[in-house]
């Protein structure tokens, strides 16, 4: 089968989730031996020597104004359709991608599939009215949460049968060695990790706020991730008083960032909205007690594998300093955390894509 997917970024380095997701989706089929046609801004980076990718690129960076971003797609879009005949066009963004696919398809390949995927609604006005259109128009939808799932039900009324969940996998990336358990000496600092985009949406200031309610001199805060709010967090944390406590290290790689992760005694993600949440999960295949806010998908993707929590900073300082005072309670939640991360896997996730486009490619 071949399928054409258009992308807006594809770094094996990146902290985005969607990202994250889509590469792995499209290198576990690839590895099942479908074709893989992915359009890609200029110089915007991808995992070369993949087995049946092809990579063709828009002759102009990466686009911030979508509607020129789904204007540039479609001369593309038609040049590999006259050579590859792709039958399904998968969609990872429906913002910067959505129009211009279904202008191809309306235009010049009518018998092609649409499949879409929503990580989350987003919340841009202008795009919020042309969605209200365009999402009606997709052959299929993937969810990567049933809380996304019953979101675009409820605000599009639109038949639960056309959406499909497909919920991402965890810990795969993650070095072989570091996921041995391994025991922290009692005379090592109290430690807490936060691991993602430095977005307003993550709420990273939260998490200098309980840095601060916490009393004990020798607590750390890892904060891991880059992002256009770290220079201001930086500055807020250092108007705190926070520089000794909060540690903001930028990029690392899987290796570096994996270390600092297993030796923390506890993971915090307080983001004011999800559509799933990777970042706890992965944490908690290391075993790793989490404490992730109630909003979003957050709830459904912890399970009952980690603390969810109302944010209240005086809640989620006195349950850092409960779990790190605790042994056998961090034991025991690092316990509940690697099962829950062991019910979601890349390869069950490529297995329902796999499914749900075969689906349509008829």
């Known amino acids: 089968m071949v399928i054409c997917s258009p992308q807006y970024g594809l770094s094996p380095n990146s902290d985005a989730g969607g990202e994250i997701y889509d590469e792995q989706i499209l290198k576990g089929l690839a590895n099942r031996g479908h074709k893989i046609e992915i359009i890609l801004p200029y110089q ?10 092809c990579v063709h690129r828009l002759p102009l960076p990466f686009i911030h104004y979508s509607y020129l971003f789904n204007l540039a797609i479609i001369p593309r879009l038609l040049s590999i359709y006259k050579k590859t005949g792709f039958r399904v066009l998968r969609v990872h963004s429906p913002y910067y991608v959505g129009l211009g696919a279904f202008l191809f398809k309306k235009i010049f390949a009518p018998r092609t599939k649409l499949v879409a995927t929503y990580f989350h609604l987003e919340k841009r006005v202008g795009f919020n009215l042309i969605d209200s259109w365009l999402i009606r128009k997709w052959d299929g939808i993937i969810t990567v949460s049933q809380f996304t799932k019953e979101a675009i039900v409820k605000k599009y009324g639109l038949d639960k049968s056309k959406i499909t969940v497909i919920y991402p996998g965890t810990g795969d990336n993650f070095p072989i060695n570091y996921r041995e358990k391994t025991v922290k000496s009692e005379k090592e600092n109290p430690q807490a990790v936060f691991c993602g985009l430095l977005i307003k949406r993550k709420n990273i200031g939260f998490l200098l706020k309980i840095a601060r309610e916490i009393k004990d001199e020798n607590f750390k805060l890892f904060i891991i991730g880059r992002g256009p709010e770290r220079k201001k967090l930086e500055r807020q944390a250092k108007k705190m008083g926070l520089e000794d406590k909060v540690t903001f290290t930028g990029y690392l790689n899987d290796q570096e960032k994996t270390k600092i992760i297993k030796s923390s005694d506890v ?50 300082a006195k349950e850092v300093v409960k779990i790190w005072k605790n042994p056998e309670l961090k034991t025991k939640l690092s316990q509940k955390a690697r099962k829950r991360s062991e019910e979601f896997g890349w390869r069950k996730s490529v297995d329902k894509t796999e499914e749900f486009i075969k689906f349509y490619d008829h």
């Open 267 to 316: 993971f915090l993600f307080p983001s004011l909205m999800e559509g799933f949440g990777m970042a706890p999960l992965e944490a908690m295949s290391l075993g790793v007690p989490a404490i992730v806010s109630n909003r979003g998908a957050l709830p459904e993707a912890a399970g009952k594998g980690a603390t969810v929590l109302d944010l209240d900073v005086d809640l989620w």
């Open 44 to 53: 915007k980076p991808y995992a070369t020597g993949q087995h049946n990718w």
